[in-house]
């Protein structure tokens, strides 16, 4: 079993920065990619980024240029520098990691972008 505790979410305002955190704890070996994913009242829980163990990065087009994932494999943790926030990425964002096949989700943080 792996536990999500995600952190860094909060109120900006339009062109500010957000860093959300996301740390695994429990059954950690053998995780393989991590990511964020968001979900805003009404839509799908869409994907944001994911980064892979060697470090292979994926973002959705409306985040390209704006937003970072990283991760530190030592602490089984992965971030999401937000840059030059919009009022369409309010949502809450979730961590996943998949280790052995099976997706884990954290309990989600609250991103809420003022015009």
């Known amino acids: 079993q792996v536990e999500l505790v995600e952190s860094g979410g909060g109120l900006v305002q339009a062109g500010g920065s957000l860093r959300l955190s996301c740390a695994a704890s429990?059954?950690?070996?053998?995780?393989?990619?991590m990511g964020w994913y968001r979900q805003a009242p009404g839509n799908q829980r869409e994907l944001v980024a994911t980064i892979s163990r060697g470090g292979t990065t994926n973002y959705a087009d409306s985040v390209k240029g704006r937003f970072t994932i990283s991760r530190a494999n030592a602490k089984n943790t992965v971030y999401l520098q937000m840059n030059n926030l919009k009022p369409e990425d309010t949502a809450v964002y979730y961590c996943?990691?998949?280790?052995?096949?099976?997706?884990?989700w954290g309990q989600g943080t609250q991103v809420t972008v003022s015009s």
């Open positions: 429990g059954s950690t070996f053998s995780i393989n990619a």
């Open positions: 996943n990691v998949d280790r052995l096949f099976r997706d884990y």
